[in-house]
């Protein structure tokens, strides 16, 4: 449940940082918004790289998987990881 709120919560702050582009938020609140998104998105490119391992664990495409990650960092890959340690 908590893991489904914070993808959401993601999500709107893309949502709402693609709207603020479009004009349709102010400018003071749009600015954090896309500041806000494009640092989701740098620190997701970096979780990216360094847990690769993680993201392949992912049972569909691995092209879906990066996306996820970039989408949602952590609250992609880390299930998985879990999931595949308790396998183990």
Known sequence: ML???L???CLA???LALASLAGLLSSSLG???QTLAVV???AHVLELVFMFKQVRLYP???ALSVLLTL???LF???PLARAHNKKQ
């Open 31 to 33: 600015g954090v918004l």
């Open 7 to 9: 993808k959401a919560s």
């Open 60 to 62: 569909g495409p691995l």
């Open 71 to 73: 989408l949602f960092g």
């Open 76 to 78: 992609h890959w880390l």
């Open 40 to 42: 989701m998105l740098v």
């Open 3 to 5: 893991m489904s709120i």
């Open 13 to 15: 702050i893309y949502a």
